[in-house]
């Protein structure tokens, strides 16, 4: 089944709360694609459930893509995986992008095969391109293609061809990365430092709802706590736990925009000791309360 829609709607993804994320990609269904201003996603995580792709049409954005601000200008293409946290910060009056979303199954087979040593950590760190003309011109190609996958009736057929679609992309990124010297992408010089960085990312993004002390972190990555805070104020200017404060605010507004869970239930869901503190942490960090925050937006 495919859906071609300029008002996407939001979804109950797997383990989070009814209507928290705003999503492409309709329930139960494989693959999306279509035209949006992503307008009612402004303040919201995107729910990414397997693949996203976003090719901007017009307009420019600024947005978040794990953890790093980016501009969206005509002709970028942004592609996010499962593993990834997206947001638009602010956009202009003419912003609109295609997109192209695929569920789990369809992309499972080819995240798994290899791909080069570094694709996908070059992937996470700077997940928009900004293709040249050449590029421009294979990816209208892909494009073109999928609105002929979306047109066929064998479902079977079609999900095999949609597999094989995303493998394909994925080795057209990987050859134009290598191809470009990583795409005109600045890498960090020590790739062990940034690989500890990309993961200390993930893991935020996997647990920032449950566990906010560093400590379990730097745990995981089986480093000691200075050494992360060492590796985070040298390559990102910020501290852990500033980073790990920016998700958590993320996911409180993301409740409070697209929800109308009470603030309670938000301090439940989001593991904080009561209401009045995570009231006061919002504060702090936003110099509103979280019912301050819904009102002005409302």
């Not at 992503?38 to 307009?59: A, E, K, N, Q, Y």
Request: with cysteine.
């Amino acid at each position: 089944m495919v859906l071609f829609d300029t008002n996407p709607y939001f979804c109950h993804p797997k383990r989070e709360s009814p209507d928290m994320k705003y999503s492409l990609l309709q329930k139960d269904t494989p693959f999306a694609m279509g035209k949006t201003d992503l307008r009612r996603s402004h303040g919201s995580l995107i729910d990414i459930r397997g693949c996203l792709g976003l090719h901007v049409i017009s307009g420019y954005a600024v947005v978040t893509a794990n953890f790093k601000k980016q501009v969206l200008r005509p002709g970028d293409f942004v592609l996010l995986f499962y593993d990834s946290t997206f947001s638009i910060d602010r956009m202009s009056a003419l912003f609109s992008v295609r997109f192209v979303a695929f569920a789990y199954d369809l992309v499972e087979e080819a995240i798994y095969k290899p791909l080069s040593d570094d694709f996908w950590e070059i992937l996470y760190e700077n997940p928009v391109f900004h293709p040249t003309n050449e590029q421009q011109a294979l990816l209208g190609s892909w494009w073109l293609q999928m609105e002929w996958l979306s047109l066929m009736d064998d479902e079977a057929g079609q999900r095999e061809m949609l597999k094989n679609s995303v493998r394909n992309l994925l080795i057209a990124a990987d050859t134009e990365i290598i191809r470009s010297g990583g795409n005109g992408l600045q890498r960090n010089k020590s790739n062990h430092a940034w690989m500890l960085i990309t993961r200390f990312f993930r893991l935020v993004s996997q647990h920032c709802r449950e566990i906010r002390e560093v400590q379990f972190y730097a745990g995981r990555l089986s480093i000691t706590t200075p050494y992360l805070y060492k590796l985070c104020r040298k390559y990102l200017k910020l501290s852990p736990k500033e980073i790990l404060d920016k998700q958590v605010i993320t996911e409180i507004k993301t409740y409070l925009v697209n929800t109308d869970m009470p603030v309670k239930r938000i301090a439940h869901e989001l593991h904080f000791e009561d209401v009045s503190y995570m009231c006061r942490y919002f504060k702090r960090q936003t110099g509103f309360s979280p019912a301050e925050y819904r009102e002005k937006l409302k």
